[in-house]
C-alpha cells in the first residue's frame, strides 16, 4: 500500500500545470457512447480512473484507446451497445453513473450497478431516476443495479430539480439529446464540468441552450455524431494550489488556472490575505504572512466548491481567529476532520457547521487520507507540520491529482511515496 511521506516546513515556490479536469473527463468519455464512430477527448489528466472509464466503454463494446503520452484517449463506438456496467468498476468510479443517459437514450437498455456508501456521505440517485422515468423509460432497482428500459425513444419532459445536482443534470442532458421534443431541466447544475460537457454534445450535433443558467433546454435530435473535445483545466485541482500556496506562506503560479471559475474560492483566499493576479495563461497567489480565518459555506457552482471544503478548514486551522465553515452539498463530508486533529487542529464539529480555532502550528503524526480531496488537504496540512507526516492510503490522492509528489518536489516540497 502506498503512502506519503510529508516533510514539514516548505514554502512552495514556482510554476505548476493544470491538467484536465477528472470530473469533466470521465463524463465527456461516458458521452462518447451517443454516436457510433470515433470519438476523441483530449487534454487528459494521467489518473486511474481514466483507465476504469476506458475498461468501463470496452466491455460496453468500445475499443478504446489510450495515449498517455499525449493526454488522449480514442473511443470507437460501435452501431450495438451493450448495457451492463458493473459493480466492480461502478464501485470503483462513481462517474461510471452517467453512462445511464447515454445508455437508455441510445439503446433503450440499461444496467448500472448502485454505487453504494460513499466515503462523503450518502449521494442520492432518486433525480436521475425520477427523472429518465418522466422522460419514458421504465425504471427499477433489482439486485443492487438500475435496470431501465423503453420500447420506443425517450420523450422530451419538463424537470425541476430539487437540488441543482451536477450527476443528474449530465444524465438528463445526455439522455434528451437523441430524445423526441425539447427537455426542459430547471434548477440545473451549472458547474463549468456541466457546460464542458453540453459544449462536446453541441460539438456532436445536441441542440442545446442555456449551458452555465439555471434553466437548460435540449432539442431532441435522431442522431449524433462522433467528435474531438478537449477536457477542461481541472478547477479543484487549480484551487488546490491556490491553497497550497497560502497556507505554506508561498508564491505559485498556476499555468492553465481559470480564475473565473474560482471566483468565491479567490475572493475567499484575498479575505484571508493572499495576493492573487493574473497571468498571461493562468494566475499567481503569493502569501507573506500568517492567513486570517474566514468563514465559508460551500454551496453548488459558483457557490465556494464542496471539493475545496477540506482545503479551507485545513487553511483556518492554522490561521489567526476562529472561523465557520458550513457543508451544504453532502453531509458527512466532515470525516477527515478527525485526522487533521490528529496534527493539532482545534476543530468542532456539529451537524453541518465545524468551528475552527486557529492555531500557530500543527505537529507530524501519521493520518490516512479517507477521500481524494481529504487527502490532498493533508497534504498541505502535513506541509506546515512541525516534523514528518506519513500518510496512509494515498492511492485516494492520485485518484485526482497526477503525480502529486513530483508536482509538490518541483515546487521545493520534500514529499515522497513510500
Ligand atoms: C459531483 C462530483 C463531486 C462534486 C459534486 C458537487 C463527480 C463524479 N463527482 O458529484 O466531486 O463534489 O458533483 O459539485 O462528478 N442528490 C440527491 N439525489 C440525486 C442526486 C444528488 O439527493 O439523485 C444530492 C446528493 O446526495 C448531494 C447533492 O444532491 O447531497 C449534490 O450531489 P451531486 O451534485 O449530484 O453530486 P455528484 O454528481 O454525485
New binding site residues.
Given amino acids: 500500500m502506498d503512502r506519503f511521506k510529508v516533510v514539514g516546513g516548505a514554502r512552495l515556490s514556482g510554476t505548476v500545470k493544470v491538467s484536465g479536469a477528472k ?1 469533466s473527463a ?1 463524463k465527456l468519455m461516458a458521452a462518447a457512447l451517443l454516436a457510433p464512430g470515433k470519438s476523441k477527448i483530449t487534454n487528459l489528466p494521467a489518473i486511474a480512473d481514466v483507465g476504469y472509464m476506458a475498461e468501463l466503454l470496452t466491455r460496453l463494446g468500445c475499443k478504446v484507446e489510450i495515449d498517455d503520452k499525449a493526454g488522449e484517449v480514442t473511443i470507437e463506438v460501435p452501431e450495438e451497445l451493450g448495457h451492463r456496467a458493473d459493480y466492480d468498476l461502478v464501485r470503483k468510479l ?2 461510471s453513473i452517467n453512462v445511464l443517459g447515454p445508455l437508455i437514450t441510445r439503446a433503450g437498455k440499461a444496467e448500472v450497478a448502485l454505487p453504494g456508501g460513499d466515503a462523503i456521505g ?7 431516476i425520477n427523472s429518465l422515468a418522466d422522460m419514458g423509460a421504465e425504471i427499477k432497482l433489482e439486485h443492487g443495479f438500475i435496470v431501465a428500459s423503453t420500447k420506443q425513444r425517450l420523450r422530451s419532459a419538463l424537470i425541476s430539480l430539487e ?1 441543482p ?4 443534470t449530465e444524465n438528463i442532458m445526455t439522455a434528451a439529446t437523441l430524445a423526441q421534443g425539447v427537455t426542459t431541466i430547471e434548477n440545473a ?1 451549472r ?1 463549468p ?1 456541466v457546460v464542458d460537457l453540453g459544449e462536446f454534445l453541441i460539438s456532436m450535433g445536441a441542440k442545446i441552450s442555456g449551458l452555465g443558467s439555471h434553466t437548460i433546454k435540449i432539442e431532441g435530435v435522431s442522431k449524433l455524431n462522433p467528435a474531438t473535445h478537449a477536457t477542461l483545466p481541472d478547477r479543484i485541482v487549480t484551487g488546490t494550489w491556490a491553497f497550497a500556496a497560502a497556507m505554506t506562506k508561498g508564491d505559485i503560479t498556476i499555468e492553465n488556472g481559470r480564475v473565473d471559475h474560482l471566483e468565491i474560492p479567490l475572493d475567499k483566499l484575498v479575505e484571508a490575505g493572499a495576493v492573487i493576479t493574473t497571468t498571461e495563461n493562468g494566475f499567481r497567489v503569493k502569501m507573506d504572512k500568517r492567513p486570517i480565518a474566514v468563514d465559508v459555506a460551500t454551496l ?1 457552482y459558483p457557490g465556494f ?3 475545496l471544503q477540506s482545503m479551507i478548514i485545513t487553511l483556518n486551522s492554522i490561521a489567526d481567529g476562529t472561523s465557520i465553515v458550513t457543508e451544504n ?2 453531509e458527512g463530508r466532515f470525516m477527515f476532520v478527525n485526522e487533521l486533529m490528529r496534527l493539532g487542529a482545534k476543530i468542532q464539529v456539529d451537524g453541518h457547521h465545524a468551528a475552527i480555532t486557529g492555531i500557530e502550528q500543527l505537529s507530524a503524526a501519521p493520518v490516512v487520507a479517507t477521500d481524494i480531496r481529504a487527502g490532498a488537504s493533508l497534504v498541505l496540512a502535513a506541509l506546515v507540520s512541525e516534523g514528518v507526516t506519513l500518510i496512509e492510503d494515498s492511492f485516494h490522492i492520485d485518484r485526482g491529482y497526477p503525480d502529486f509528489p513530483a508536482q509538490l518536489q518541483s515546487l521545493g516540497a520534500d514529499v515522497t511515496r513510500v
Fill in positions: 470530473n470521465l462513481r462517474a450518502s449521494r442520492g440517485l432518486d433525480f436521475h437540488f445536482s451536477v450527476g443528474a447544475a458547474e464540468d453548488p466548491p464542496t471539493d452539498v453532502f
